[in-house]
């Protein structure tokens, strides 16, 4: 602020020097102070004006007047606009540390806004490079053009046996006995339904075992189950975790069967498996496969939620809502910008309920 008061003054002295006309009145910043004072200064040959003559004749006659009092007056040639008492260094000293402070109070605020800009920026930079590794699991989906098929596996009880020929076959033989959905697959289902129509993917639900290999190759496919959905099993086959069931339902062996999730990389390993003739009660861990391929045996892309149970399933819906899958394939570098990925997870069931999905292994090519 000194700074500035001196370079004020400077070219105030300069305008009166350079200046061509006579200026009665004049400014003038007295060094070390910072309130200007006005001072009368008649040119050569030139009478004030009439006001200032009044106005010397009125400080002449105080003058008279407080001479003959015995206190003499300094002259009063100049006007000084300031109602209080002048203190120039105490003045200056507020007026450097308010000014200081302000500096202070802007420059912290300038470095606030730069350190939420440069955040900001990082995070963004950041996200974008995490968004790049992510495979682009609905991208294909998204531009199908046709509505998604969703194959959901169903039940059959085989309670007689069947007709040699569909034609004989009633009501209740081809629907009440061979389609039936249970309430969890159902629930995975609605889950899918609810992500696909906030992407605005069209879709379309039907039984494993009423739809073909023709139709699959006319649109992208969701497979839900293993154990009753023979597209699941057949889909897998090429995969690294596949998945293989003993005594398939229909198999007419008398016996329960029993699902494994095989590693084909590594088959020494001891697969993930389930035994359905295990009391419900009884089970402590389900298994299921995720994933997303570019099905060569269709030419269709392929997404893939099927537990070996019932809680599997649930378990890979879980994941597919929270996102989970993808944090864990984008901390994978070999995951890097790829567009297929498969992975085995693992749930705990805890009073026949599934607990939070773990995942076991991925593939991502």
């Given at each position: ?50 006001k200032i ?61 730069l350190l ?170 389900d298994y ?78």
């Open positions: 602020m000194r700074v500035t008061a001196n370079e004020v003054r400077k070219r105030i002295g300069q305008y009166y020097r350079e200046s061509r006309i006579a200026h009665p009145m004049q400014i003038e910043l007295p060094k070390g102070a910072y309130v200007p004072e006005f001072r009368f200064r008649p040119a050569a040959g030139v009478n004030p004006p009439e003559d009044e106005l010397d004749s009125f400080r002449g006659e105080t003058a008279e007047a407080k001479t003959v009092s015995g206190k003499p007056e300094p002259p009063t040639s100049v006007v000084q606009f300031n109602s209080a008492p002048s203190h120039p260094l105490k003045r200056e000293e507020a007026n450097a540390t308010g000014f200081f402070r302000s500096r202070s109070v802007l420059a912290s605020a300038a470095l606030l806004v939420f800009c440069v955040g900001a920026t990082l995070f963004a930079i950041w996200r974008n490079r995490a968004q790049e590794k992510i495979p682009k699991v609905w991208n294909a989906f998204l531009r199908a053009g046709v509505p998604v098929l969703i194959c959901v596996d169903t039940h059959d009880l085989h309670i007689r046996p069947a007709p040699s020929s569909t034609d004989g076959q009633r009501f209740v033989d081809m629907v009440l006995r061979k389609q039936i959905i249970s309430l969890d697959d159902a629930a995975v289902v609605a889950s899918m339904a609810g992500i696909l129509g906030k992407k605005g993917i069209p879709f379309r639900v039907v039984g494993a075992e009423q739809t073909s290999l023709t139709e699959f190759r006319r649109q992208p496919v969701i497979l839900i189950g293993a154990i009753d959905n023979k597209w699941t099993i057949r889909l897998t086959q090429s995969l690294r975790y596949r998945i293989e069931v003993s005594n398939p339902p229909g198999s007419g062996s008398g016996k329960e069967p029993i699902a494994s999730i095989v590693d084909s990389e590594h088959p020494e390993k001891t697969p993930w498996t389930v035994d359905l003739s295990i009391p419900f009660v009884a089970w402590k861990r299921a496969i995720v994933a997303r391929v570019d099905d060569s045996t269709t030419g269709m892309p392929v997404l893939i939620e099927a537990g070996l149970g019932n809680d599997g399933s649930l378990a890979a819906s879980e994941l597919f809502n929270s996102d989970d899958l993808l944090a864990k394939l984008v901390s994978g570098p070999q995951c890097s910008k790829t567009s297929n990925f498969e992975a085995v997870i693992e749930t705990e069931i805890i009073e026949t309920k599934p607990g939070p999905p773990r995942i076991l292994g991925v593939e991502c090519w």
